[in-house]
């Protein structure tokens, strides 16, 4: 009997997880209320996109993951290094990319000899601001590994910049000032350049966001 | 004499703790709006909300699919041939140039030679299928375009097989398999002999495609 039982113990503790069910977000806290709500309301949005033929844009920024994602499988996954933003709040719902950095393209000169160069990642852009449709902006800043003073007074003043037009802006017109939804992500430059090449115009995006517990 | 001392001692000491012990009575300031909640009303509250979220879960994952699918990598140009999480292939292809071709008499309007992005799904397969040579394959190369079709049909060239995914994109063969990693087509994604056969002998008329 006892044999049995640790037979049956082992099987159990041994056996690949059956019935276990699909995790959206396998890091997700299953206690924290706040943490729920928030996993729902992205799910409830990105099961909209995942049931029509496209690919989309998860940013989780509790999990620190970019995710292309096509159905709801992740089909590439850059890492999130930092991230910031004075609006977080403001950063729900889905978002269409509007403008993306632009790629310098060769032309091919007809019945010249030789093969046109292609473009690669190495063309693509490291630094750039996606604009979406509600309005949000989305800076995407490199990081590199001997990051400088001077760096980091770039990404200041980018910040800044952007208080800057909001404030500019709000000068011209009678509509209430309310800032422009604006998140920033550092991720490294190879990241960002396959970033810049996976995006393309009118592309969904989603953001997770962290909850205060 | 000492016993007595430690004993009495250690009452004080209990006595002490006795009194000053923590109550589980919670002081609540009057104008206070805080609903304490004791744990099992918070678990009761945790419930829908996790109920929900596996709902979602699930209704998530029904939509992945339950058959083969392709996913191509264009900035690393690989393929893969994936079911539920599993790579059943992966290859090494060749996708698009990215670079424009401009359009003769059009004015400023050109051809970009993108692989496009999105999910598709596989419309055709092909054996030996035939080349049907576009405009810019002849403009490109500083040729008049031909006014008989029959002038710009090329066999070989695709090998044995190609698969359709809409707008004249097709994955197929390639006779220019040094370049296969690198991208070079006009928006086709070009694979090897035994690659490609083994994502026709996969792949079904309705198997998607996803490419980012």
Not at chain 1, 163 to 183: E, G, K, R
Not at chain 2, 145 to 150: L, T
């Amino acid at each position: 009997m006892m044999k049995l039982c640790a037979i049956l113990i082992l099987f159990v503790f041994t056996t690949p997880s059956w019935g276990k069910e699909f995790e959206a977000f396998p890091d997700l806290q299953l206690n924290d209320a706040q943490g729920l709500k928030e996993a729902t309301r992205v799910l409830e949005e990105e099961l909209k996109l995942a049931a029509r033929p496209q690919t989309y844009v998860l940013i989780d920024l509790v999990g620190s993951t970019i995710q292309i994602k096509g159905r709801g499988i992740g089909l590439h996954q850059i890492p999130i290094i930092r991230w910031s933003s004075e609006s977080r709040n403001e950063l729900k719902g889905i978002h269409k990319l509007i403008a993306r950095p632009s790629v310098v393209r060769r032309k091919i000169d007809p019945g010249a000899a030789g093969e046109q160069e292609p473009i690669s990642l190495a063309d693509m852009p490291t630094d750039y601001v996606l604009s979406c449709s509600p309005l949000m902006t989305i800076a995407v800043v490199p990081s590199t590994a001997g990051e400088t003073l001077l760096r980091g007074a770039a990404i200041l003043g980018k910040s800044g910049w952007h208080h800057v037009q909001h404030w500019a802006s709000s000068l011209f017109t009678d509509a209430p000032s309310t800032p422009t939804p604006h998140l920033q992500l550092t991720i490294s430059v190879d990241h960002a350049q396959s970033l810049a090449w996976s995006l393309v115009d009118g592309m969904a995006t989603l953001i997770r966001r962290p909850t205060d517990k | 004499m000492g016993r007595l001392l430690l004993a009495t001692a250690a009452g004080a000491l209990l006595l002490l703790l006795v009194v000053n012990a923590p109550t589980t009575k919670r002081i609540v300031p009057e104008d206070s709006h805080v609903v304490h909640t004791s744990p099992v009303q918070d678990k009761a509250s945790l419930r829908p909300l996790q109920d929900r979220y596996k709902v979602l879960s699930k209704q998530l994952s029904q939509l992945i699919p339950n058959q083969h699918y392709i996913v191509v990598d264009t900035a690393r140009n690989r393929l893969y041939v994936k079911h539920q999480e599993k790579v059943v292939l992966d290859a090494i292809a060749s996708t698009g140039s990215g670079v424009i071709l401009d359009k003769p008499g059009e004015g400023n309007s050109q051809w970009v030679f993108d692989t496009p992005r999105g999910e598709f799904l596989v419309k055709t397969k092909l054996t030996n299928p035939t080349w049907i040579k576009p405009d810019w394959a002849f403009i490109e190369e500083g040729l008049a375009v031909p006014q008989n079709a029959s002038e710009r049909a090329e066999q070989g060239v695709l090998g044995d097989y190609a698969l359709g995914f809409g707008k004249g994109y097709f994955i197929h063969g390639t006779l220019y398999t040094r370049l296969l990693g690198k991208n070079v087509t006009h928006g086709c994604i070009r694979l090897n002999d035994s690659d490609l056969k083994g994502v026709y002998t996969l792949a079904r008329v309705g198997t998607p495609i996803m490419i980012f």
